[in-house]
């Protein structure tokens, strides 16, 4: 897929519920509920550029829209901006189960001019309509596209315990026509990358900061498990045993770069680029809607050679639905050794609960995978039962080991 940069990354694939439990100092937390995708969609087999079909499932977010709010489940995504919703009138939709956001019945709801800051953002990839409409398009390497006008509205964060918090003004992408990859119970999109649009950059200056840290249940976690995701005052990383890295800023705001020395597969040193001294800062970017960690060839070649010798089973060949990952024939999780990924600033490890995922009962496989490309993407896979702040104000992102099935 040839999209602009700034769209080239997926939604993401496993099923979170959010919602607000609580406010700190005006920031919130809020709940993630893990839903398990099917089997069948969980092969790993396909790349990021050649990704079509449902993968591995969705992180959703729960927010409304409007007034009186409206209830949308929106994958939540660190590789993208726009925050959008399929709305009426549909003129090419992907079957959802809840009903489309009606404009008409918002009190609060207006169109963007393209007049309006928010407007010249997006009329790169859009156009500008004969009602003075800002019109965008907005692709992902999922091949999955929404199109539709730009608008803005309140954004309403239900809580539990009964506290909203509303913010008005938020801008949002009402999709018309919006196709791709996407499940009945996917509503739309949750932008949270780095760019000026990005409900996060939107929201930050109303909650104490913009920041906001996540903990995502490890993959295989029961669905009735809870994890949070909070934002603003209150949702930093801190306590013993965090380690921080700088985010690395580029012309592309949207996602969250940082440089990765190297990778450890118990105490072997695999430096990123084995051919060169020095390393390329932001090498890497953290993509909660990227299952896998996608590496450059070299270094997932390296990577799988040193697990395939330390693992003490023999690797499954020629299984079409499997392809050229890494998986072993075996009933519980296989026993690897940890893989150390060093960051500037700080090491993650990550155990077999973080780096051998099962695509189908009795077997498991490494949960890395390869790209032509120079840099690589850190997928959610290994970002699970990691407490991961985003601190846009600071330009860092800050990872402690954490529980996330016992956050509660
Ligand atoms: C937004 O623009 C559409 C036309 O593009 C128009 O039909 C609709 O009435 C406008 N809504 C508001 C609230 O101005
Ligand atoms: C702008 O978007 C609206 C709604 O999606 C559509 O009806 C209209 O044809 C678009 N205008 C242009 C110029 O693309
Ligand atoms: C909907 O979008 C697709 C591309 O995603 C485009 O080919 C098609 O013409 C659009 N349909 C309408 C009615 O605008
Ligand atoms: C990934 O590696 C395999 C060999 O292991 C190779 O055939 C394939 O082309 C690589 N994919 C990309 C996107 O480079």
């Known amino acids: 897929m040839m999209f602009h940069l700034r769209f080239v990354f997926i939604p ?21 509920i893990h839903k398990k995708p099917s089997a069948s969609s969980l092969l790993l087999q396909n790349t990021p550029q050649s990704k079509t079909n449902a993968y591995l499932g969705h992180y959703l977010m729960e927010l409304s829209f409007g ?5 949308i489940y929106g994958i939540a995504d660190t590789g993208s901006d726009l925050t959008w919703t399929q709305c009426v009138p549909c003129i090419d939709c992907y079957k959802q189960l809840n009903p489309l956001f ?69 801008a949002f ?51 009735s498990i809870t994890s949070k995701i909070s934002f603003g005052d209150g949702s930093e990383v801190i306590g013993d045993g965090v380690v921080s890295t700088t985010m690395v800023s580029k012309e592309d705001k949207t996602p969250y770069f940082v440089t990765l020395n190297g990778l450890s597969v118990g105490d072997k040193y695999l430096p990123f680029d084995s051919s060169s001294n ?13 299952p896998p960690t996608i590496l450059p060839n070299k270094l997932y070649e390296e990577l799988v050679d ?23 024939r075996t009933s ?28 189908k009962d009795g077997v498991f496989c490494l949960g890395f995978t390869n790209t032509s490309s120079d840099g690589g993407i850190y997928g959610n896979f290994a970002q699970s039962n990691y407490l991961i702040g985003f601190d846009l104000d600071k330009h860092t992102v800050s990872f402690k080991p954490v529980d996330c099935t016992n956050q509660q």
């Open 278 to 290: 020095t390393v390329a800062k932001g090498n890497m970017f953290l993509d909660s809607g990227t």
């Open 306 to 328: 040193e697990v395939k010798k330390s693992v003490a089973l023999t690797p499954i060949v020629n299984d079409p639905e499997l392809g050229n990952q890494l998986c072993y």
């Open 102 to 170: 009606d404009p008409t019945k918002s009190s609060t709801y207006s169109n963007i001019s393209c007049q309006s800051d928010k407007c010249s953002h997006w009329l790169d990839t859009g156009v500008c309509s004969s009602q003075n409409q800002c019109n965008y398009t907005y692709a992902y390497a999922s091949a999955s596209v929404t199109r539709g006008v730009l608008a803005q509205d309140t954004v309403t964060f239900t809580s539990p315990s009964g506290n909203p918090i509303s913010l008005p003004g938020i």
């Open 173 to 223: 992408g009402c999709g018309h026509n919006d196709t791709g990859s996407f499940n009945d119970h996917e509503m739309g999109i949750i932008g949270l990358g780095g760019g000026p649009i990005s409900l996060i950059s939107q929201i930050g200056p109303s909650i104490g900061g913009t920041k906001f840290s996540q903990c995502l249940v490890p993959f295989h976690t029961d669905v």
């Open 12 to 32: 993401l694939f496993i099923i979170l519920q959010l919602s607000v439990i609580e406010f700190v100092n005006g920031g919130f937390s809020v709940n993630l």
């Open 67 to 71: 007034t009186p709010p409206v209830k």
């Open 332 to 359: 519980t999780n296989v026993n690897a050794p940890i893989i150390t990924a060093h960051f500037e600033g700080g090491d993650v490890k990550l155990n077999n609960v973080q780096t051998f995922i099962t695509p």
